[in-house]
């Protein structure tokens, strides 16, 4: 028995070669499966394998994460504290006392965390905050858009401090502890300013660029920008001393941090619609916050690292979702979120990428992970997502919906891993499951027989309770889905059918095709599940009862078109029958089949007779009769010119066997005297011809 695998993103009916065995099956059985697996035949058990990091996605991970190399292990435990007074949330800064501070876009508002509770710090009556910095003075900088201004927050009050010349938008700041300058990367002139202690601002760089989208400061003070619409990463060693230390070729450098070791982390973006721009509405416009504005619904991401020497390796990669927010955690690892899909990546000792946490939110606007109290903070909707630790009693990892194309009935469930796990399935007749999908089954602890009833989508849960440090490497789920019935919808026959086209060519035209006693069948199926199918041809002749098979006993016809050889049959009208049967893909008394029949096939295979020729004058008169019927055509040419003329019947229709004509020959528009040739064909294109000689 063929064994077919469909892996959770592919169509039910495509053959997967992730085949995943349990490990104390024999290797052979293992390579026997995987050679024996056939594409697009739904042939006996099917088989769910999840077996790399795309299978396990999608689902619904809580405390759990999923790797490049297929294994589920513990990740984030996310808390969620929503925030109500906002939509976006841009940057989130911890501050001395502990509690958090967050950007917002819904007028530029400031909110503070403190626990559980949060509370409207301040506001700016800018469109939003894009970014906070500490300052030495112990008040915090605000950068904001789009007035081109940087705000303070200080002693509970937010206060105007710095207006940049040719500048709308403040998209970053870094603040540099060695010589106490706080540097803001802008737009819409591409600058980097450096701001003293006393407020006082100057171009530190200024870039072909039209906007600079990050910024960080080094240990040993170099400043790193990164540009927008052409997406180079600067490394800036005094004022106007820049160098390009990496050209992404794509859209933006979205975020940069630096490491205590010298390492410079970046992240880069290839939107596939540019990142619009925020602005004021004009009068008699109505204005909005920019967070729908600013965040593209689509992109590629990518995460590079620079050591000292400033050599670039590429961390992380994403082809479907772009990067929003980069931090470092407090062993100098690298994380980021994601833009679309809400979720938080990290790069393993191994380089594998690792999703060690899904959101429930759109996008992860801003990470902290480098203190006791870890942040990951999302937008659409807002909420602050404490990370409360790595795995725990309740950490669940839940497949995708998997779609078996048809009902199934689901079979055995193995697993491999490293440690303890339990198993739940549950299944549905809907996408989405709502509440007409049956309850989570009791767990499995071992490999087993699922409980679930049939359906035609299922998921599977797995619980790290019983062993919070397991690993989840592969799964296998067989099922078999319910049989349908093939149907035979249409059945075609070439030049055989009466009243069809034959494969004359328009009146006057030489033949273009000789009689032949080979029917051409062909025919449609409309084939639900994709089994192989046998078919079955039988012939009767009009006006009998008995059916007679076409094909030897011995053939097996699985494709859906047949020659049929007629010459050995008596001339009549006859039918065809097509079965088509999935006997070839079910045990027998599973197996369905389906018959049509055809419109009447003429087997004609001798030329028409032409009786009671006379010739008066330039008149020629006549009788054409043909076995079988009905006449079809009768014309006339000049002997050796191939030029032919049709003509009617005398009752001016081909409708009998048996047809009457009269024919004046003047049309010809010859001399006498003159041979003539007569041509008559029946509907099966058997064609007889008379010669006549006018004096």
Do not use: C
């Not at 050995?568 to 039918?575: A, V, W």
Request: net charge neutral; hydrophobic share 40%.
């Amino acid at each position: 028995m063929s064994r077919q695998v469909i892996s959770p993103h592919s169509r039910p009916v495509t053959s997967h070669m992730h085949i995943t065995q349990k490990s104390s099956l024999p290797i052979l059985a293992f390579l026997l499966a995987s050679l024996i697996a056939s594409a697009g035949q739904a042939v006996g058990t099917r088989h769910f394998s999840l077996q790399t990091g795309e299978d396990f996605e999608g689902g619904d991970l809580k405390g759990v994460a999923v790797d490049s190399a297929g294994a589920v292990r513990a990740g984030f435990n996310l808390g969620a504290i929503p925030l109500t007074k906002a939509t976006t949330v841009w940057d989130a800064l911890r501050i001395p006392d502990g509690s958090l501070l967050l950007a917002t876009g819904n007028e530029g508002a400031l909110l503070q965390l403190r626990g559980q509770i949060v509370s409207i710090a301040g506001e700016t009556k800018s469109l939003a905050i894009t970014s906070l910095a500490s300052l030495k003075s112990g008040g915090i900088a605000l950068g904001t858009l789009p007035d081109g201004k940087i705000m303070k927050f200080e002693g509970g009050k937010i206060s105007d401090w710095v207006t940049l010349k040719d500048t709308q938008h403040v998209w970053d700041l870094a603040f540099d502890p060695k010589t106490n300058s706080l540097f803001a990367a802008t737009g819409p002139e591409g600058k980097l300013y450096r701001i003293d202690a006393a407020g006082k601002a100057s171009v530190y760089f200024d870039a072909e660029e039209q906007h600079l989208m990050s910024v960080a400061v080094g240990k040993d003070g170099t400043v790193y920008a990164g540009a927008s619409d052409k997406s180079k990463l600067y490394a800036i060693t005094g004022p106007g001393r820049a160098r390009v230390l990496q050209d992404f070729g794509s859209t933006e450098v979205r975020a940069i941090v630096t490491g205590d070791n010298g390492d410079v982390f970046a992240i880069a973006n290839d939107l596939k619609v540019p990142r619009a721009i925020p602005k004021r509405p004009s009068a008699g416009e109505e204005g909005s916050a920019p967070s729908g504005s600013s965040s593209p619904a689509s992109g590629k991401g990518v995460l590079y690292r620079f050591d000292k020497s400033g050599t670039p390796e590429m961390l992380l990669s994403n082809d479907k979702d772009y990067f929003v927010s980069l931090a470092l955690d407090a062993s100098g690892t690298p994380y980021v979120g994601t833009g679309a899909e809400g979720r938080i990546y990290t790069v393993d000792a191994e380089r594998n990428s690792v999703l060690i946490a899904d959101s429930e939110q759109r996008q992860i606007g801003a990470l902290l992970l480098d203190g006791a109290n870890r942040f990951a903070v999302a937008s659409d909707p807002a909420v602050v997502l404490p990370v409360r630790g790595v795995g725990g009693p309740d950490a669940i990892w839940t497949s995708k919906v998997l779609d078996a194309g048809l009902r199934a009935t689901f079979g055995r469930l193995d697993w491999e891993s490293n440690g303890s796990l339990e198993f739940s399935t549950r299944s549905g007749g809907t996408e989405k499951p709502d509440t007409t999908w049956s309850d989570w089954s009791a767990p499995l602890t071992a490999p087993g027989i699922v409980k679930s009833p049939a359906g035609r989508f299922v998921q599977l849960r797995a619980r790290f309770a019983t062993d919070p440090n397991a690993i989840l490497k592969s799964l296998d789920l067989s099922f078999v889905t319910d049989n349908l019935r093939a149907y035979v919808t249409q059945i075609s026959v070439k030049n055989r059918t009466p009243g069809s086209k034959t494969s004359l060519e328009a009146s006057g035209s030489p033949i273009s095709a000789s009689p032949s006693a080979n029917v051409e069948l062909s025919w449609k199926v409309t084939n639900p599940d994709e089994d192989t199918l046998r078919y079955r041809l039988l012939y009767q002749m009009i006006g009998t009862k008995d059916w007679f098979d076409i094909l030897p006993p011995q053939e097996t016809l699985t494709k859906d078109n047949y020659t049929w050889n007629t010459q050995d049959l008596p001339e009549g009208r006859y039918r065809v029958r097509v079965m088509a049967s999935d006997e070839l893909a079910n045990p027998p008394t599973k197996a369905k089949q389906h018959a049509l029949e055809s419109n009447i096939i003429l087997v004609d295979n001798t030329p028409p007779v032409v009786e009671r020729l006379t010739v008066t004058g330039r008149r020629i008169q006549g009788v054409a009769t043909d076995g079988v019927g009905p006449i079809s055509r009768i014309e006339l040419a000049v002997s050796g010119t191939n030029r032919w003329l049709p003509f009617f019947p005398t009752d001016g229709i081909f409708d009998q066997n048996r047809e009457a004509f009269d024919l004046e020959v003047a049309s010809l528009g010859t001399t006498l005297p003159v041979m003539l040739t007569l041509r008559v064909y029946d509907a099966a294109n058997n064609a007889t011809l008379r010669y006549i000689t006018l004096k």
